[in-house]
């Protein structure tokens, strides 16, 4: 028997003429913490199905467990101890707890008929695993994301894993969250079980991973062991470029743009007063709960405050809605792109265009085709949107693009103040880069920025002064310049 | 053990609330409705929407929406009348219901295979197979109304118990049919619930990619629902035949969207993956007294439909109201669905 | 005025969907060639074309209406009831303020005033419907198939559910005046609203403004549309265009009644379903629902022109049509579709 | 300005519609071989038509021209004009209409008429645009002649209402206003229920069944209804079996033979009336082809066909010729119709 859980070699896999992999390898030991890092489209996630049996590779070899594949189903994969907690995590909000627990279980074992008490027996025995205490009954689309990940976990763990197998597990974790995720990894490893954790953070990467491999177009570019990389190498080999950053300082003290004054939204946060200014990047951070997506949301017309008012250059003002909020030059970047942001199906152009159609129309509502493109064509070389056709829905761009599309919608809207919540979660590193490069300059150019994120070394990396929020309230003010992660991290807890 | 938040959640305490206001309501306006014929007579009408309610609920929990059951129970039950009219059939009845649920399972069929073999729109096919269903009953068939034969005549004359009304001595028979409502209504909670096929409806209509790739067989699960359906629709045709001892084409035709607000208001989600048979029969329960009272209730038939109208909208109203309202205010509303 | 050097250079705004139009306008030209060669002596004659021209503006003009508002993910059911409404509010105006026989300057303002009244009768209805669905959130479905029953039954609380007959003939002569005694009054008013209508989705803002709300009604929040506004003025046009097409009947019929045109409701959301709208909301064409129209117009009428053919199939052709397009999209795009896959 | 600007208008229209609606039509030209006379009925699935459809195949048959029977799918007025539009468009000789509401269909007749087209109705004494119009009745009468078999039943006293299959249904509401308005001349001791003069069936045999029972429990003095849907009397009569009711509350209405067997023979329905729907169909057909042929229509027209052997004009009317009555299906002769 060999040391190895898997070993991949010299996999081949092709989609219609066009290479995803083009011959890669992985080997993965008993019981280590491996990290699989790539940009978006590198191939990772094609190894992923090939491993637990989903595709068929077009060559190579597959060794699970000591014993060699040419060809897996995903059964094969399953009875070899291969689990999958993909990034959706796939639970059925709609369901019970412990039936999302106990139904694959039950399938697996071709049962036909249901037994609540052998399901809730399951159920317990999952999470007792775990240690994790959760209502049985509750339906899973009322549990945090942080709980559903809990029992994608524990549902996995039920089929005697020896890899698991983690695609992208950290994307939409709050900071405390993710550390809980960390724990629970290190517990499994504990017992035996190896982790192949898929990521392109590269804090989280350098903290969890014993071991790594980086993928970039569908070719192996690294593996070795964690602690002899760097950040820069890690950069380096992942998007094959040299980035350097250094936080950011506004070259001088602008007019305030935007202050609220003792605002308050009931059941979210309460007296609350702060001031923005021009040129400057204001980081939030803070806990999921407490209470800053409800405020920039509030700021952005979403709510109405109970109480308190919203100065912007000094005038009172009353946001009645996104429209006058807009109108007002605030536009916000919202947490989750795919069901908040963005039109899917629809086209790049009318994606950046919707918030600006009263301004690129003329009589009657007439929409100018000229302006339209110029406007479009204007955003899409500035923000290096990779796409030749802007006519295309933009389900067809990555992630990183994708969010592109979102801030050329608000750019081109002439803004003074510009919030984004979260603006690089589910980006890859190379566009990650390009935004906060962007932010950088945007900053510079007079406009006020709002950055909400769990990502600490984005916050103090991109801010020039961070606003640290906990239980409806400022807890602190600070500098990035003078303070730590894990000093914002104890203030956001307050564990300090 | 009932948890008081979760139940606070869902819509069935709403209905329940409706329906015991309405029927406290014509028990002030007439007297008559906690007798044993009104009871009764109110259960009668229940029984063929309540048994398309039930397949409704089936498809929109999955994730779909079908239109099409009147028009399957309609041919299906014609196609079963002439048939046997033709051979002068006078065995079973049984023979009938199954020819029916036969013919209702090869509709179904065709809506299983558009829908669960080649992932087509739901509304849409089942717009265009009801269109086509009706057109064979009517064009092809040349339907019109005809008798049934002896066997369901008899069928339809037979009674499980008579209820009198103590106050006016009047009696009102609970017809056997009823019988087949229980049966499906059990039928279909112990596949709902205590089956795996049953579990892969609600799983689908939760999250279609996560039950393929827990292992449910979403095509297999998504072609029992179509057929499961079309034959429970051939049935309830049948149903309707026997006791209107008459075999009528289109008297069925257009029950469908009152059919599916009955279901939605019994708090099945549109979009799919929630909905409770309890909640279902609660909504039909609601629809049927509604459209069964106006008279007790002294409404002049003139005003029904603005009356009818304006409960849909008041009970859907204030539903959605509770379903959507968060108590933080919100500066400008509006979801678009 | 450099229109043409616009028209090419900027990108399309519309996510090309036009190869559903051109499947459509082949099945049209085949269903018309069809007809054509099985009774060449009368469908081709101009009576025939003038018939079919009176009749499906109508329905046509609430297939729009309906149109509009599956495409914001919605549905209105109400169309019916609002045009009989409508058409009612008129007759009821007309007959009280026109005696029999007056002379045409006296009738023509009167008319004029009705028509009105029926058009603010229509808007007001669709603002109805749209403040229950933007505002109260009631799932469109349910809102509009309780407004369907509470317009159908004012209409008969104030008819009394008789038919509004003997209105002045003027009024039905307006309506029916052919042009160039060959175009019907009512055909050239269907040309404008879906010239006007497909215009307005596919060169104004309230187009691209429909198709995002449709698309996904949260994010059009974020991006700062007034999504309430934007359906209630959807539901309101839809309403306007049933009163519209109330007026057309009312003027082919020469009265209004409450329950004309019943069965028009679910033939609408056939037309607009074939047509390529999408029910789930977010993509669809005035071009494909008016080809769609032509098609059913066509089909009807040619099965009127055999003694021995039920007009039942129609409702055969017309579900096998909608199907074999269906299955025609899934081939073809689904062949594109799996090209274009990339894991 | 604005004024002068709708005078014109006006003018302009009345001169382009000027043309007169009804035109002299009759005769026709071509050889009868050719001649094309289409039945449109309200609707194609009722029992009703569909047995008029045999007198219009009976009628082709027996005479070799080419006579068919053409309806909408549903019973709308709307579909039924779009029907009659594309058969003027095709060019029919011919049009004989059942119309589902007269008023609606009065622009396409006129247009028929304007074309030449031989247009008779049945079932609609009040249409302008027609040339002639043959009742098996005067609805008032029939309505009167319902009442008679209801008030004989009821014993000539007591509460009762009159059903409709909807409250929009022309026909339907001229019989219950004759009724009405015959109860009130001759039977003084019967009273309208005032809170429900007007109930609905939806001509639907269940649905009149449910509202009968709900009637008889929210009323329970009601002693009698009058029907006028050919489902009502039936829908009625099973309610009335089955509340136990048999003896104390009666029905009558229109209705076919086969549908209302079972409840004249055992009682429960003291009579149902109609006039035979394929005589009605024959006569139409045959009428047409009368006008056709350029022959003169008078009265105390003789269609050869039982009912129909003398029609004379309804008073004061030149269009409107009435037949000989209906006829009371009962106990009796029930079986001797065969449909």
Known sequence: MSDNILKVENIKKSFGGVEALKGVSLEIRKGEIHCLAGENGCGKSTLIKIVSGVYEADEGSIELDGKSFSRMSPMDAIARGVQVIYQDFSVFPNLTVMENLALNMELMAERKLVSYKRIRAIASEALAKLGVDLDLEERVENLSVANRQLIAICRALLHDAKLVIMDEPTTALTKREVKALFAIIKRLQAEGISILFVSHKLDE???????????????????????????????????????????????????????????????????????????????????????????????????????????????????????????????????????????????????????????????????????????????????????????????????????????????????????????????????????????????????????????????????????????????????????????????????? | MINMRRMAKRSEPYVFGAIVLLCLLIQVQSKQFFTGNNLVDLARSMIVPALFSIGAMMVIVSGGIDVSFPAIASLAMYATDRILLNVNYSGNVMLAYAMAAGFGLAMGAVNALLIGVLRLPTLVVTLGTSSLFTGIMQGALAASESPVPPSILAHGKEKLFTATNTQLGLTSDMPSQILILLGALLLVFLLLRYTMLGRGIYAIGGDEAAARRAGFNVVGVKVFIYCFVGAMAGVTGMVRASMMMNAHPTNLLGMEMTVIAAVVLGGTRVTGGLGTLTGTMLGVALMIILSNSLILIGIPTYWTRVFTGAVIIIGTGVTAWQAGGSGRRLASSGTGL | MSDNSTATAAPRIAVPRDRNILRLSIFLAAVFLLMTALRPSIFLMPSNFNSMMRQFPEYGIMAIGISLTMITGGMDLAVVGTANLSAIIAAKFLLAEVPRGAPPEQALPMIIVAVLLALICGLACGAFSGFLIARMRIPAILATLGTQQLFTGIAIVITNGRPQSRLPLLYSQIGNTELWDFIPLPFVIFCAVAIIIGLALSKTRFGPKLYMLGTNAKAARF????????????????????????????????????????SYTMQCILIAVLGGVDPNGGFGKIGGVTIAILILQVLSSGLNMFENVSNFYRDVIWGGVLIIVLVINLVVDGKARRNGARA | MKKGLVKLLALLLVLAVATPLVAQVGKSSKPSKDWKIALVPKDSTNAWFVRMEVGVKQYAKDTGLNAFQKGPAKTDAAMQAQVIQDLIAQGVDAICVVPVDPAALEPVLGEALKKGIVVVTHEASFQENTMYDIEAFNNADYGAFIMDNLAKAMGQKGLYTTMVGHVTNASHNEWADGGVAHQKATYP????????????????????????????????????????????????????????????????????PNENKTFLKDGTLAAATLWDPKDAGYALCSLATKILKGEPIADGLNLKLKGYESMHFAPGSKKVLLGSGWIVIDKKNVDSFGF
């Not at chain 1, 389900?395 to 599309?405: A, E, R």
């Not at chain 4, 009397?233 to 136990?244: D, K, L, N, Q, S």
């Open chain 1, 205 to 496: 990467v350098f903290e969890i991973s014993e071991r790594y491999t980086i993928f970039r177009n569908g070719q192996n570019v690294a593996t070795g062991e964690t602690s002899g990389l760097d950040r820069k190498a890690f950069v380096r080999y992942m998007t094959g470029r040299e980035f350097s950053e250094e936080s950011y300082r506004p070259a001088k003290q602008g007019e305030v743009v935007l202050a609220a004054k003792n605002l308050s939204l009931t059941g979210a946060f309460k007296d609350l007063s702060f001031e923005l200014r021009a040129g400057e990047i204001l980081g939030i951070t803070g806990l999921l709960g407490s209470g800053r997506t409800e405020l920039v949301q509030t700021l952005f017309g979403i709510y109405k405050p109970d109480s308190g008012e919203v100065q912007v250059r000094g005038k009172r003002v009353r946001i009645r809605g996104v429209k006058s909020a807009i109108r007002m030059g605030i536009g916000y970047v919202p947490a989750d792109r795919l069901t908040e942001g963005l039109f899917l199906p629809q086209s790049i152009v009318r994606n950046i265009v919707v918030s600006k159609l009263d301004r690129l129309s003329g009589l009657f509502g007439v929409l100018k085709g000229k302006a339209i493109g110029a406007e479009v064509e204007k955003w899409v070389r500035e923000l290096s949107i990779a796409t030749n056709d802007p006519s295309l829905p933009v389900q067809t761009l990555s992630g990183g693009n994708q969010q592109k599309v979102v801030l050329a919608r608000w750019l081109a809207n002439d803004l003074s103040v510009l919030i984004l919540n979260g603006p690089t979660v589910g980006v890859d590193i190379g566009s990650k880069y390009d935004i906060h490069a962007l932010l950088r300059s945007l900053a510079e150019r007079g406009l006020a920025i709002i950055v909400i994120s769990d990502d600490l070394p984005e916050v103090l990396a991109c801010t020039s002064r961070i606003l640290v929020m906990r239980g409806g309230g400022i807890a602190e003010v600070l500098d990035p310049a003078s303070t730590t992660e894990q000093r914002l991290g104890e203030i956001s807890t307050g564990v300090a």
């Open chain 4, 189 to 256: 001791g019967m009273t309208l229920l005032a809170a429900e003069p007007r109930v609905e069936s939806e001509d639907n045999l269940e649905k009149a069944y449910e509202r009968a029972k709900e009637l008889f429990k929210k009323y329970p003095n009601l002693k009698g209804i009058m029907g006028t849907s050919s489902k009502d009397a039936p829908g009625v009569a099973r309610a009335i079996e089955e509340m136990g009711l048999k003896g104390k509350v009666f029905v009558s209405g229109t209705g076919l």
């Open chain 3, 223 to 262: 991006a700062g549309l007034n999504n309430e506004g934007i359906l209630v003025r959807t539901y309101m046009i839809s309403g306007f265009l049933s009163s519209i097409a109330g007026l057309i009947m009312m003027a082919r019929a020469n009265s209004a009644k409450a329950d004309y045109g019943a």
